[in-house]
């Protein structure tokens, strides 16, 4: 794949895709690490439409148990992939989920009010809604297949593709 995109335009987009991936694996290795954390407070906490469905992921023990592991690991790979430039469409994707699922299970709407500590919220639009666009920009363009794993996978198919022709 030929990228026409100039070098610094390459070098900001991976920029972007690491720091976001940085930012994913660090939250899901730092909540792997504290043995007391969970998402109960962080779901009973929800307002809005979403509310009742996260209320009852909080008080139900087993589903609580299910989404905190999928929370700390789906952090801990969309930071991997997003880092390491592998499966990044992929890694991509469930991030804008996961980014949208906290947008809306915590929305920073006029007249909602949360005891947990709103850092970065301006009415509307917050971090995470943020984080969720400059996500949606990476997804746009291949820089896994630019710069990471995903592109060393393409040169290692090819040539074993090359390897089969010439056979």
Not at 123 to 129: E, R, V
């Amino acid at each position: 794949m030929r990228s026409d995109y100039s070098r610094l335009q390459v070098t900001a987009l991976v920029a972007l895709r690491f720091a976001i991936g940085w930012h994913f694996f660090y939250e899901g290795v730092s909540k792997a690490a504290n043995a007391y954390w969970t998402s109960a407070g962080y779901l009973d906490q929800s307002q809005g439409f979403l509310a009742e469905w996260f209320g009852n992921m909080a008080s139900n023990p087993s589903t609580l148990a299910l989404v905190d592991f999928l929370n700390v690991w789906g952090l801990i790979l969309v930071g991997l992939g997003l880092m390491l430039g592998g499966l990044t469409r992929t890694a991509t994707f469930f991030g804008i989920v996961m980014l949208a699922l906290y947008y809306l299970a915590t929305p920073p709407w006029p007249g909602f009010v949360y005891s947990i500590p709103a850092e970065g919220a301006y009415m509307i639009i917050n971090k995470t809604l943020i984080e969720l666009c400059a996500l949606f920009v990476t997804l746009l363009f291949p820089t896994g297949h630019i710069i990471g794993l995903d592109r060393l996978v393409r040169l290692a198919r090819n040539r074993g593709s090359a390897q089969d022709t010439q056979a």
